[in-house]
């Protein structure tokens, strides 16, 4: 089964500042794993994937993520945040035999002018 | 590419009349298609998998009458709210996966918001 936890349900940063928002998964099966940016009132936007071609992972808008087996986790960060960048921030992981996603809970990033 | 449409993007109906949202994939056949639920400030929820040409599969605790899916054509899935109630009131999102995908990837639709007075 796969799961994934988002630590920080909320989150805020100085504009400029550095952006962490943290993800660690379970499977029991070589993951998938997904971020995704959900603005008000739209849809899901993909950031960023990895699918185990390389640990480091580049995405839109500057972000990137690393996939650390050894700690289970696929942390989203940006080294310098947007204002534009105020959104609500979600994990997800699948497994490579199956369909579903597997959402975290989400994690509200607020950027401080 | 790889772009999934919903309509309507809203829309506010009077308890007890039905509802339909529709989910296309504009430029790839899509054999899956997921139905989303998300309330306020949380998480998506997985409502069912939608099959083309075959019976919806649908999760532990959503009512197939009540959320009626079509998956007609390998583009075009729909949802049907029936005999809408105000807690029925969310927003909706559909996702697609590319039929070759080797990834899972899903893409996702912008959302329907579903009010009931």
């Known amino acids: 089964a796969q799961s994934v936890t988002q630590l920080g349900s909320h989150v805020s940063v100085s504009e400029g500042a550095l952006v962490l928002l943290r993800c660690n998964y379970s499977?029991?099966?070589?993951?998938?794993l997904f971020w995704y940016v959900q603005y008000p009132n739209q849809g899901l936007q993909l950031l960023l994937k990895?699918?185990?071609?390389?640990?480091l992972v580049k995405g839109i808008n500057g972000f990137e993520a690393e996939f650390k087996k050894s700690e289970t986790s696929f942390h989203l960060t940006k080294p310098s945040a947007h204002m534009s960048d105020a959104a609500e921030y979600f994990c997800?992981?699948?497994?490579?035999?199956?369909?579903?996603?597997?959402f975290g809970t989400g994690t509200s990033l607020t950027v401080i002018p | 590419g790889a772009v999934v449409s919903q309509h309507p993007s809203w829309v506010i109906c009077k308890s007890g009349t039905s509802v339909k949202i529709e989910c296309r994939s504009l430029?790839?056949?899509?054999?899956?298609m997921f139905w989303y639920r998300q309330f306020p400030k949380q998480s998506l929820m997985l409502m069912a998998t939608?099959?083309?040409?075959?019976?919806?599969?649908?999760e532990q605790g959503v009512e197939k009458d009540k959320f009626l899916i079509n998956h007609a054509s390998l583009t075009l899935s729909t949802l049907t709210v029936t005999s809408a109630h105000p807690e029925d009131s969310s927003f909706y999102i559909c996702?697609?996966?590319?039929?070759?995908?080797?990834?899972?990837?899903?893409?996702f639709g912008p959302g329907t918001r579903l009010t009931v007075l």
């Open positions: 939608s099959n083309e040409g075959s019976k919806a599969t649908y």
């Open positions: 997800a992981v699948t497994g490579r035999a199956g369909n579903q996603f597997y």
């Open positions: 996702s697609a996966k590319i039929d070759a995908s080797v990834h899972n990837e899903q893409f």
């Open positions: 990895y699918t185990s071609a390389a640990t």
């Open positions: 430029d790839f056949q899509a054999t899956t």
């Open positions: 499977s029991s099966v070589p993951p998938y």
